[in-house]
């Protein structure tokens, strides 16, 4: 097996993982109740889709 011949840097190293971070998921609003949504996805509060209902949601009273 091979074995690098030099260290590698800690600069070297890190350029490399610059990428390898966590990011925050971007949100939109919903346009029936307004609440936060990720994009492409059905609201999970009203079950509504681009405006039309996509998810029947039971009533709880």
Known sequence: MAH????IS???RDK????DKA???TLSTCSNCGSA???HR????CGYYKGSLA?????TI
């Open 23 to 25: 990011e925050l998921p």
């Open 42 to 45: 059905v609201c999970g509060e």
């Open 55 to 59: 998810v029947e949601k039971k009533v």
């Open 10 to 12: 800690n600069q070297r």
């Open 4 to 7: 690098p011949k030099h260290k």
């Open 37 to 39: 949504i990720l994009y």
């Open 16 to 19: 490399r993982r610059t990428h």
